[in-house]
């Protein structure tokens, strides 16, 4: 047999071990990266476990159980009363692999095997940049700039008071879930989400937005962005139009056009998204807006608009995913009635979030649909995750079931409107260039005109240089923007995201930054 | 003015106020729909807030606040030393509803307007079904059966002795990061999820599955299903073919189809998916596999198998899902190295979860992806939803980092096999039709062939008639199978649900019930 004179070739000399570690499975894996890279051809005759534990000085017990492993993963076979060979293994085993030596065995296989040494077990670098089609491609060019890292400081936009959350209740009523949970709610659960939180929202939309909803039409989702690409991924097909504010809350943009979308970014005026000019567009099947607090410009839609805007979406059978990322924090004047609420022809989609309540990495939110697609999101959701995670949907349900929702939103909204006061109050003034700041009757930040991009870029340097974290208003535009740079320039200012005494401080040192 | 000839056609009759709910708001929506449907038209004057009170027999102060809010919203208007009128809003208003009557108001704004006062205040009904293209029409013609209700029974499939979980343990644990939480932590985090726990998922598959794979590997997930979902979203065109094991996880099977994929049922024989099959295709960019484990056959892919897969996969740039639903769960023998642990040219996106060992509400799973594919899989799940919930990842890495994961596995285990031995041991006798009953090495379900389609359904009644929950064979094939129908007739039976006592129990109601 040919296999007897490559068995003289197999030469234990190339295993190192490290005695630290588990001497079997290192010896197993060695021996498997060996038969699958060639240098164990197939027919090779292993030594006896005996010889083979002599020559790498482990113990024979150790070399049994990685021959045993590698028996039974079927890498190597007996032969009765003749030992042990490495087992005959598909032709098509190596096929992408480049061979430096090339011998046939002559085996009815037809394998080819290589008796080189010197390659690596480990896998070939494939981390090196490949080129990617379709789905890989759209996300390559439309993704998510990395989070801030660090604990929040001044100005950190899209976070609310958390220090303020009663991590103490929610501690406890996590606790009360998990020491006596139902098994019933442990096993896979309704796509739609917990249906008694989809009531309680249900009922909280209805007297906080006046909205008409019912808990059937709440769909429960990991978050705003969860609502937002699904809306995407279930309305928009490769190459429909989206209009999407411009400027404006660029990872909704994202979601779109991962999902195929051409996005037509649109004016933002004093009303709010210019519908003129998203009715001259004439192809966009979905119009994504912030109607309650624009965002970034924290325009309010007028009525006018928002009538305008729902006309659109019925004359053209199109979509309005709306999205209340912050309606809790209104500090002056009644709130407007959502577009949802004005909605009566189903074309509105609504996307709510307890992120700006509580703490964004609870990853929890919703949205209200129209009857007409309940179904398809629902069914949709359960294809993608099945459903949410189940605790912090059950808690989250307590939570507001025992009243420490709305308590907690009376708080937030008091801290975010003290907190919107001192940074009004504190607002270094005289520096060149700078806008006036707005009123802020709602939301969580704040954004203000600066005459130039290259203005904008040093006055955001200098707040770094003394740890201060302010957005630069042109980053919230599409790349391909008409409007000149200089008048995409801004800066956008969390206000919430830290105590009063923080606040102060950080104004300070922008003060005196500012002005040098 | 014509508004106020038209004034005098306004009728408070109709507005109904239920005296337990808040009155101003229920004014306040009732005047809304008038003006929005066009009972109330532009320019009409409203009566004095006190006359209103009186008509409606209600205090002044609610129709003050109704006043209020509908003038901050822009409904109404004041004219000084005049009173208050409906504000002319965009003519676009209400093209979609067809009116009645109709007159013209001769305003400005050329508002049509009707004086039929038996229209409904509530929306249309909406709830019809209308036809969906794209997107919404492969989610309803692909959408996951509704999962059972009620309590775990025997013989639930896919739900692991989750009664042993230790409960008490994950409460503690729980209450103590939401105690003491690091404010950083609750911020916008890695996409790829919590550090921490990838780098402890990389150190267990290696110790237990032979991986060589790292924490930068690994994406966590809500969930096996949306780990299955995302390589659906990424790596799936529309019209690409994808080939899925038939029968299979129908679940996964609709993740692919929803994307957009051409499904192509392969067969599956004594050694795994039929690999001579899948190269006769020829059209194929990716196939997903359950190697350890098949679903619901139980057939473990022959190393042989695999080694024909991965080179299909090199050979074609195709990819692998390879999903290690119950890789936790071998009761003899070593086992198999998976795909991702013999794939060196980066073609395999391995799947893991934690529901099989914890408890599916969790969801809470990872890919183990190549390393070229981690960017596009990272910034895709940024987009569709930021990260999973922070708790569940923090809570699940000091689980296993305190050595309650690794003995939890050994529990779940020795939990598994005894409750398997249960229903091995106790399987009704000479029922005419039914098959033998497998080995059983792994997993957490077994299946049993019957001789015909009608045989199946019949006995899957009975079953349900004393309690039993039972799945047909036949529902995990593609409806378009070749296959005749008696031929993929069987019984599905997951033995792990419910504890040794109630398999007896249930197993005596099949024993009688089976036998009448």
Known sequence: MTSESLSLSFNPAGIELDRRQGLSRQLYQALRVRVLDGRLASGTRLPASRDLAAALAISRNSVVRAYDQLYAEGFIEGRVGDGTYVAQLPQAMLPAKKLSTKISTGLSTGLSTSLSTNRLDLPVDLSSKVIHRGALQRVER???ATPP?????AFRVG????DLFPFEVWAKLNAAFWRKPDLQQLCYGDPAGDQRLRGLIAAYLRSSRGMQCTAEQIVITSGAQQGISLCAQLLVEPDDGVAIENPGYRAAGHAFAVAGARLHGI???SEGIDCTELAELGDCRLAYVTPSHQYPTGVVM???RRLELLAWAERTQGWIVEDDYDGEYRYSGAPLAPLAALDRQGRVLYVGTFGKVAFPALRLGYLVLPPALVDAFSQRRAVDVRHSEVSTQAVMAEFMAAGHFQRHIRRMRRAALSRRNTLLSGWPQGIP???????????LHLTVAVESAALEQALIEKAASVDVEINALSSYWLPDSQ???DQRAGLVLGFAAVPEGDIIEALGRLDRIWHT
């Open 142 to 144: 439309n993704h998510l």
């Open 149 to 153: 890292s660090g604990p929040p400081r």
């Open 159 to 162: 976070v609310p008071a958390f």
């Open 267 to 269: 004016a933002v005026d």
């Open 302 to 304: 007028s009525l006018a």
């Open 433 to 443: 260039g700078i806008g006036s700041l707005p009123s802020v009757a709602a939301g």
């Open 483 to 485: 409007k000149p740079e």
